[in-house]
Every structure is written in C-alpha cells, then in structure tokens.
C-alpha cells in the first residue's frame, strides 16, 4: 500500500511491489509480469525510483525496490482490505502491595496518580494495578503499526491484547476485523505472534528451519516443489540467501548474527502468508544496521498485503521512515496515536515543539513523556490532548463498511490473491474459510519426527554420553559382581545387584528434563497459532526416543547378564533386555512428564532425584511388602521400581530346581557360620534326628522359589511385571498430553 509522503521531511523508504518476488507466481510456474513503461494518466510522474543504495552500506541482500509517492487532496483513498479496529482496551491485574505507610492510607504518589485502589476480599495489601487504560486505535492493512513507550508502558501488553493472548474475562474493551469481532480460532490460523526472544532449534540450517514450517503450515495438497519455492521465495525476501545453508547456533555452535536470526524468527511465523503478524520488540537486541534491516522486511510484508503491529523501544531515524502509524503509551494511557509525520504538529499545538535541528522525533517525544511522568501532574495533560487531537481533522479514522469489505469478503479476496496459502477454501462462514490445522495427525508426527531426529543427529555428543554413563555404570557392576555363585551370599549379591541395576535404568533417564524444558517456548510459540496438535507433539516425542532407549538398554543388558552369571540362558537374557528397555520407558516418560510441569531444569532435577529415591525405598528391597506399614502400602504399589525390581528376581530365581542352600549353608549368615564345618556337620546330624529327616551336606535346603517367597514376590508374574511397566510409559505420556493442554495456554490471566 502507498504512503501519503506529502508534507513530511521523512526520508522514503517504501518498497515498490513491482520488484518484489511472488512466490505464488515462482510455485505455478509463471514468470513475474513486466510492469507497464507508461504509467496511467492518473498517475503521471507520481512514480518515484529510488536506488536502494543502503544495500551497498548495511549489505542488505534484498532487490532493490520503488516508491510510489501519491499527490493530490482530492485523491478518493483505495478501499482497505482489512482494519483492525480496538477501542476502550483496558486490563488490569492483582498485585500485592508492600506493607508501607503511605499505601495503608492511599497516598498519591508523586505523579500524581492514585496508588491501586483496595479490592473488597483480598488482602490488606493486595490491590490492582491498571496496565491497559482505555486504548483505542487501529491497524490497516499494508502499513506497520508501532506501539512505543519506555519499559513498564504497556507496549507488549497490548500486542498480547489484540493477538488474544490475555484471558477473555480479564480484557475489557473490544477487538474487531473489518467491524466483525474475531473468533479466537480465526485469528490463530490467519495471524502469526513472534515472540521477542529466537526460539529455534539450534543444529538446524536457515533454509532447514523454513522448510519444517513449511511442512506444519502449508497443507499436504501443496506440492514438495511449491513449498520449495515458497521458502526459496521466503529466503530471497527475508535477505537470507547467503546464510540459507548455515546452522542457527547456540552458545556451543557457531551460527548466525543476531539480526539474521531474528529474520528467521520472522519468517518461520509468516511462512503461510498471515493477515496480521505480530511482533513484540523485533529490534531488541540488533545493532542499528540489523534493526534497519529487520523492519524493511517488515515493511515489505506489510506491502504483501498483511497488517504488521510490533513493540519498538526507541527507533532509529531511518526505522522512523519505515513506520506507518505510531501509539506511544505511557503507563497504559494512549499519549499519541498517528502517523509519524504528524509529530512535529501534534507537539507544537501542546506546547512543546520539536527542535529543527531534531533528527529523530519520537527521541524527542520519549523524551518529553518521562519528563513528563516525573513531574508533579504526570502525562494527564498530555491524554487529555491526545484526545482532544483525535477528534479534529488530524487523523480521519476509517468507519467500518465505509472504505474496508466485510470480513468474509475480505478473507476471500486474500484467498483468491493466494493468501492464506495454509490450506484456505473460497466457500461457507469466514471461519469455515480456513481450517484449523494445515495437515492431518500423520502428517504432522511425521514432520515433528524428522525434525527432532535432524536436529539431534547433529549433537551426537549428547547421545555419546547418555551411552558412556549407562557403559561404564554396566562394566561397574560387572566387575564388582563377577560372575556370582549359587550360594547364601550369592543370593544377597544378586538382590543388591538387581536393585542398583534398576533403580539405575530411572536415575539415566533424568537426562531427558532440559530437553522439553529446552523446546517448551519453541512447542508454546507453534502450537498457539495451530501449526501442529500436541497430541501429534506427544506421540512424536515419544517415537524418536526410542530408538536410543532400545540401543542403551541393549548395551546395558549385554554388558552385565553374562559378566555377573545370571540365569536363563537366551531367553533369560532377551527377558532381562526386555524389562531394562521396559524401565528406560517408564523413566524417560516419568521425566518427560515432570518436565512438562516444572518449569526450570534445577528445580525439575532436584524433584525427579527425591521421588526416584522414594520409589527405590518402597520397592521391596529395603523392606518386604508384608513388612511396610498399612499406611505407607499404596506407595509400594506405586513404586515404578517394584514392578522391574520384581520381574528381574523372577527371571533369575524362578527355577524349582535350582538350589541356593545346601546341607551346612543353611547356617551361613548366622553366628555358627565362623565355626568349623566339622561342627556344622554335626549339627547337621542333630537336626536331622531331631526333625526326624535326613540333612545331608548335598540336601537342597533353598530353592530360587522359596528365595523369591523370603521377598514377599508372589503377586505378579515377570511378565504381567513387564507390562505393568510399559504401561506406567503410557500413563505418564498421556499425563505429559495433559500437562502441555492445560500448561501452554499462552495466554495472561
């Protein structure tokens, strides 16, 4: 959309649509049309070229692009495809004072404003504190949309408000589209939120990332090749061609800058062509260069057809030709709403004109507002002129019907320009027109798979020490517990050997925490706008763990079932793999869970290792479960580690015929085992004669049955053991489902 230059000193920087890329056209094959050397008669010498020399000075990578600068008072301006419209937005939320004099008797402070007023059934010193007060404006389609103010002002809490990420009862106020209030499910498929800080896999390449949110929001209909073309389209537009094969880095891999990493935030959110983007502080952290860069991507969306709202601290000179509409808020309350080369009037009719030799307006405008917010009236003054300014002729506000297309009209016309590329049709209800997910469940496991396996593939270091814990844990306990006898003492070995080898199976899985704890903000940001359903995240989640659990579990296994001489043979030695890889399921998805609920990766650590100690305690090692207590039985049952502590003395001890204590064994472990066995035989006779049977030192006195009844282990066969734990995996991941449905709501309360 063209902007009214006329009257400004405001460098242009717009970008001409002509030179710009069209995907839709590169993916069905048709070359881009030759724009027309003779302008309308209208339109004579209004069209404008302008050398985009900043490339040669910043080492942008983006085509050079035009300017249409338009003239004339009369000109009937073009009817807009959509407005955002908010009007009297308010939002506040419970805080809880501090106990100081002046707040017990409502003081004013020095600005002047009322502290927050008392709230009838909450606490003394609880209160609220108002972020959003009566805001209103808009937003139009083609044009950047810029909310300023200093930290504290609100600026992201209104982007959350118009992006519907605060709770519906705690927002006041309305938020239309085209005069139409937007359904919740609507705004999710047709805009797209980038959050401040770049959440991305780290061992993917630029081009890699694109491409993944590609496969989630462009739908299965769309060719491998078009979805190809969109991101090399995509790549082109966002200035990326150069770094397109590089990885995005972390603080371990070299990556990207700073500025091309945000870039690819971008990207990965309009990737299917939004309606409106959100952006909350795109600039943040970039050098001006960067910054620059970032907003004439921004600018170039925007001209795609798309509203672009975003936070901006304080802008550059340069960023300021690049906006269209600024809000400065302070403390909540809208000090100025219009175009930028609306500044210098707007101040001079306050009373507080900008300097001639003033660069950068809105330095000068954050400037005066926290002058202002010290002062004894506060910004008041300043509200109060802003409204009044609001209803003179400054700013003409669009009415709804007047100029824009009704709302299902509008998402028609984008859809048949090619917007809404996620899967749009042209029939029913506005919110019937696009689905709620791009693909279907499969697709989207699949994709989620490939994504995970890609990005871990290149860490294998992570995997190598997962494997060098678990191979030296196992060679540990083989040469401690090297090669056991069939004896009283064998027996005890055996059954603190199976106990440390369990419980260690749990414990290695605590390595799985920081991997979702990592990815949560990743999986928050794509799924609250509908690019994958969390149960195709759960599932995939847990398929590409197991291909590691199965290979640790085998190197486990192999390691210790022949070094310490258990029992069974091959079957033996494929049931003992079994449970191992059954307990690596269970705590991979017992952590998994956990993680899904503590937020942070020490306080997460610190949970897993207390109820994993819990779990050994009450699993029957420490103490037989007829000796536990009534009322601490239930936690025996739901001890995950009962359950493969039971099963593997099962697969060892379960042989009728195979004896543990024979004839003068059977006083090991007593005072009379120090004497001589000479006397043991004696005593062996005596019992004999005694009990009226013959004790011989050959007598089989303990079988492995009668070792496994000693346990208390007679409930449960080993191999309702093992299914029994498989099934605690499945529990925990459901719960896992549960915990990311009701935990990533991404909303403000």
């Known amino acids: 959309m063209s902007r009214f230059m006329k009257g400004t000193n405001i460098p242009p920087a717009r970008d001409d649509e002509e030179d710009f890329f069209d995907w839709r056209q590169a993916m069905e094959g048709r070359e881009p049309p030759v724009s027309s050397a003779v302008p309308s008669p209208t339109l004579g010498h209004l069209l404008k070229c302008v050398g985009d020399v900043r490339k040669e000075e910043t080492g942008d990578e983006t085509p050079v692009h035009q300017v249409l600068e338009m003239g004339g008072a009369n000109m009937e301006p073009r009817s ?29 402070n020095q600005l002047g404003v009322a502290e927050a007023d008392h709230i009838p059934g909450e606490g003394t010193f609880s209160g609220t504190k108002t972020l959003l007060n009566d805001i209103s404006g808009e937003a139009r389609d083609g044009e950047i949309l810029a909310v300023l103010g200093a930290s504290g002002s609100g600026k992201s809490t209104l982007v959350d408000a118009l992006a519907n990420r605060i709770a519906k009862g705690s927002l006041k106020g309305t938020v239309t589209l085209n005069g139409e209030n937007l359904e919740s499910r609507l705004l999710k498929v047709i805009s797209a939120y980038v959050m401040q800080d770049d959440l991305l896999y780290p061992m993917l390449t630029v081009e890699e990332t694109l491409m993944f949110a590609a496969e989630f929001r462009l739908p299965r209909t769309l060719s491998k090749s078009k979805k190809k073309a969109r991101v090399q389209a995509l790549i082109d537009q966002l200035g990326l061609r150069n770094a397109a094969k590089t990885v995005i880095g972390d603080e371990g891999h070299r990556g990207v800058s700073g500025g091309e990493r945000r870039r690819v935030s971008i990207g990965i959110d309009i990737i299917h062509d939004p309606i409106i983007l959100f952006l909350d502080e795109p600039t943040s952290g970039l050098d001006s260069t960067s910054a620059f860069m970032v907003v004439k991507v921004l600018q170039r969306i925007a001209q795609s057809g798309s509203i672009v709202i975003m936070t901006v601290h304080q802008p550059s000179y340069r960023i300021l030709g690049l906006l269209d509409r600024l809000i400065f808020l302070s403390r909540g309350q809208t000090v100025y709403s219009g175009p930028p080369m609306n500044l210098p009037l707007f101040f001079a009719e306050f009373g507080h004109p900008i300097p001639p030799d003033n660069e950068n307006r809105t330095e000068f405008a954050l400037d005066l507002i926290r002058e202002l917010e010290g002062s004894r009236g506060g910004t008041m003054s300043l509200v109060e002129f802003n409204k009044q300014w609001q209803t003179t002729k400054h700013n003409r506000t669009y009415e709804a019907g007047e100029n824009s297309l009704s709302l299902k009209e509008a998402i028609s016309a984008s859809i048949s320009k090619g917007k809404l590329v996620s899967g749009a049709t042209n ?32 860490m294998p270091e992570l995997f190598g020490i997962r494997l060098g814990a678990v191979l030296i844990t196992g060679f540990i306990l083989a040469t401690i517990y090297w090669q056991l006898d069939n004896s009283p003492k064998g027996v005890q070995e055996r059954l603190g050997f199976f106990a440390f080898a369990m419980s260690t199976t749990f414990y290695t899985c605590a390595d799985a925490l920081p991997v979702f704890l990592q990815e949560r903000y990743i999986f928050m940001r794509e799924t609250a706008y509908n690019a994958y359903r969390r149960s195709s995240y759960v599932l995939s989640h847990a398929l590409t763990s197991l291909p590691a659990l199965i290979f640790l579990s085998f190197a486990f296994a192999a390691t210790t079932f022949f070094a310490v001489g258990l029992d069974g043979g091959v079957s033996g030695f494929l049931f003992y793999f079994l449970i191992i890889f059954a307990s690596f399921w269970a705590g991979n998805s017992f952590v998994t869970f956990l993680s899904g609920v503590v937020p942070h990766v020490m306080l997460g650590y610190t949970i897993v290792v207390a109820i994993l100690a819990y779990f050994l305690l009450f699993s029957g090692f420490f103490i037989n479960r007829d000796r ?75 079988t492995g049955v009668d070792t496994l009844k000693q346990q ?5 066969t080993k191999w309702n053991c093992l299914w029994v734990t498989v099934a605690w995996g499945f529990f925990f991941r459901i719960l896992f489902y549960f915990a990311l449905l009701l935990g990533s709501k991404n909303k403000r309360s």
Not at 82 to 101: E, G, H, Q
Not at 676 to 699: A, V
Not at 712 to 716: A, H, K, Q
């Open 80 to 108: 807009l495809p959509f407005v955002l419209s908010f009007s009297n937005l308010t939002y506040s939320v419970k805080v809880r004072r501090r106990m100081a004099l002046p707040a017990m008797f409502g003081r004013r």
């Open 427 to 458: 029939d029913a209800t506005s919110t019937s027109m696009v689905p709620t997910f791009a693909n279907n469940f499969w697709v989207e496991m699949a994709v989620l798979s490939k994504r995970s396996i890609t990005n871990s593939r290149r």
């Open 628 to 702: 536990i207590p009534s009322y601490w039985i239930w936690f025996h049952y739901l001890s995950l580690v009962k359950y493969p502590y039971e099963a593997v003395l099962q697969n060892e001890f379960d042989n009728p015929v195979k004896c543990f204590v024979r004839g003068i064994q059977i006083f090991d472990n007593t005072p009379l085992g120090a004497v001589s066995n000479g006397m043991k035989l004696n005593l062996l006779k005596s019992l004999s004669s005694t009990l009226g049977m013959e004790i011989t030192s050959s007598t089989c006195v303990t």
């Open 712 to 716: 208390g282990i007679t409930d449960l």
